[in-house]
């Protein structure tokens, strides 16, 4: 199920093979952690911690007072639309201007002004399609209903 901690686990691991991915962020300089949820919900999902580039450690929850750097939001069926078909940086601001996507914390805008970041940004949606067609369509048709 997607943001499931074998979820989670896969998606490290996939990331982490990725080269492309790990020497985008590398060289960016990035580390910091990254949530993904769905609107509407109080918390998110799943979150991630990235050092150099490489995923440190998964979760599905952060202790209390503890806030991701970056939570990206979508409802489910935006979800399963980008792990069906990763999308590029024009779909993405597209769901972002019509508020079927957005960033409950972090800054889009920092994202779009290096070429690094976004490149890898563009990348993890890739990498997400991965996860799911390795686990095959059950793990897409399971995304939990928002209520």
């Not at 890739?126 to 686990?135: G, I, K, T």
């Amino acid at each position: 199920m997607l943001f499931s901690p074998t979820w989670m686990q896969q998606y490290q691991r996939i990331w982490n093979a990725d080269t492309d991915m790990v020497r985008s962020l590398e060289t960016a300089l990035f580390n910091g952690s990254i949530a993904y949820g769905f609107m509407g919900k109080v918390r998110p999902e799943g979150y991630l911690n990235v050092q150099q580039g490489r995923i440190e450690a998964v979760s599905t929850a952060l202790a209390d007072g503890v806030h991701p750097d970056w939570d990206l939001r979508a409802g489910p069926e935006l979800w399963q639309e980008w792990i069906t078909c990763p999308p590029g940086l024009m779909q993405v601001g597209m769901a972002f201007s019509a508020r079927r996507f957005c960033f409950a914390r972090g800054d889009y805008v920092q994202i779009l002004k290096n070429p690094l970041l976004a490149k890898a940004f563009v990348r993890s949606f890739e990498l997400m399609h991965r996860v799911c067609d390795e686990a095959g369509a059950d793990a897409v048709s399971k995304t939990p209903e928002v209520k």
